[in-house]
């Protein structure tokens, strides 16, 4: 079992910044692959970002290429996302989720544990 929680959410002008941290429970977190995604008010849960266990291999949803970047510190157990250039279409509760071994690092359904989310809201 392991447990994420999200922390970092807020209110940001467009074109400020975050970071959002995903703080995990187990000590054997540096063997998960970590993913973050979000969902907006009326949409269904996209994807973000992920990266591998070691760190080595980071992926990106193309509407936050350049702009987001996906990190880890394993002796922290902690996975962050920091967030550069917002734009108010970032607007939305943003989760974490791990998994030993995800099949497609994009797909949801592929990430057996998940956070509760936090609010990121960007006003234009």
């Known amino acids: 079992q392991v447990q994420l929680v999200e922390s970092g959410g807020g209110l940001v002008q467009a074109g400020g910044s975050l970071r959002l941290s995903c703080a995990a429970s187990r000590r054997t977190f540096s063997y998960y692959a970590m993913g973050w995604f979000r969902q907006a008010p009326g949409k269904e849960r996209e994807f973000v970002a992920a990266?591998?266990?070691?760190?080595?291999?980071?992926y990106y949803a193309d509407s936050v290429k350049g702009r987001f970047t996906i990190s880890r510190d394993n002796a922290k157990n902690t996975v962050y996302l920091q967030m550069n250039s917002l734009k108010p279409e970032d607007t939305a509760v943003y989760y974490c989720a791990a998994d030993l071994d995800p099949s497609d690092y994009a797909e949801e359904y592929d990430y057996h544990y998940w956070g509760q989310g936090t609010q990121v809201t960007v006003s234009s």
């Open positions: 990266i591998s266990w070691s760190g080595g291999s980071t």
